[in-house]
């Protein structure tokens, strides 16, 4: 130990506590380890941080912040925590307990669904505000999975009569009639992730139910052309997809007493070449619309696995224009 260097203990109440804050094999510890400089110690119950006054600052607020979840009963992940650690080198750590502080909802198995960024906070706090909402950014943001999370707990709480989820079925015109089936399965393959998140949050037998009374409804966008939405809570999925037209057309579906959640990643087109996509559009046309909220996500709001962000700041890098000297 050098004369810069200083030392701080944190100790666990009891074995309990520790394994419930360092995780399996002291996952914790590893990612602390390999984000910074200063030295992580165990003895018993007690971890010592060794190394200069700002990481051992930080990476004791990281453990104290996460002891305190715990003791609410919140278990972290790995994720959870690669992101207290995020917080902390931006000197936002102070935020991470608000984020567990609420549940957004309780999926059909009583597991409580909260979000776990601070840009997830803001998007669910825009969605309750205002009656469409834009969702913008990289894969694994939750997007679409939170959306899906408040629509079913306002059909619950009978704040809208029904759930209607949609996505542009884009190689619809030129692939799907050489698939078998009715239409129905021809579609089915696009609204796959739908169908998954829902699931997930109601229940199978209980989404199954539901749509046979007419109060969930999935379908391809195509559908919508012609209908007004009342008391709906309508999600608009991989709207990067759609074209100007069709947005245009899904927007002016809004009827009274209904929210719209359009989601998108503009990094992930698959329209024609030469076609624009309506997300880019609509960006562009209504952000200046207040009563319209525009949230966009970065890849520090991904909670999937680690390397997902990875490989998402890969892309961006690589796509960056070069300078030659």
Do not use: C
Not at 39 to 66: C, H, L, N, P
């Amino acid at each position: 130990m050098t004369k810069d260097e200083v030392v701080r203990k944190w100790a666990f109440a009891n074995n309990d506590e520790a394994i419930a804050v360092l995780g399996p094999n002291d996952a914790l510890l590893g990612l602390l380890d390999d984000a910074y400089e200063a030295k992580v110690t165990t003895r018993g119950t007690e971890v010592s941080f060794t190394g200069t006054e700002s990481e051992t600052d930080q990476m004791y607020a990281i453990v104290r912040a996460i002891t305190q979840l715990s003791q609410l009963g919140v278990h972290l992940s790995e994720g959870d925590y690669r992101y207290a650690i995020d917080l902390a080198k931006r000197g936002t750590l102070d935020e991470m307990a608000s984020l567990y502080a609420a549940e957004v909802a309780t999926t059909y198995k009583g597991k409580p669904v909260r979000v776990k960024t601070l840009g997830q906070r803001q998007y669910v706090e825009a969605i309750r505000k205002h009656d469409i909402v834009f969702g913008v950014g990289p894969a694994g943001t939750g997007k679409t999975y939170l959306a899906v999370a408040m629509a079913v707990m306002a059909l619950k709480k009978g704040e809208v009569k029904r759930i209607l989820l949609t996505r542009p079925a884009v190689e619809a015109g030129e692939n799907l009639g050489f698939l078998p089936g009715d239409l129905q399965e021809k579609v089915d393959p696009y609204l796959r992730p739908l169908y998954d998140a829902l699931n997930d949050v109601y229940g199978l037998e209980q989404v199954q139910r539901a749509r046979e009374r007419g109060n969930i409804e999935i379908a391809p966008l195509a559908y919508m052309r012609g209908r007004t939405l009342d008391d709906s809570f309508v999600i608009l999925d991989e709207a990067q997809n759609t074209t100007p037209e069709q947005m245009k057309m899904f927007l002016t579906r809004l009827g009274f007493g209904s929210k719209m959640v359009i989601t998108g990643d503009v990094t992930q087109i698959d329209l024609p070449t030469g076609r624009q996509s309506g997300l880019i559009e609509a960006t562009r046309i209504l952000r200046d619309i207040p009563e319209i909220a525009f949230h966009f996500f970065t890849e520090q709001d991904v909670v999937r696995h680690h390397l997902v962000r990875k490989i998402i700041e890969a892309y961006e890098g690589a796509n960056q224009p070069q300078v030659y000297v």
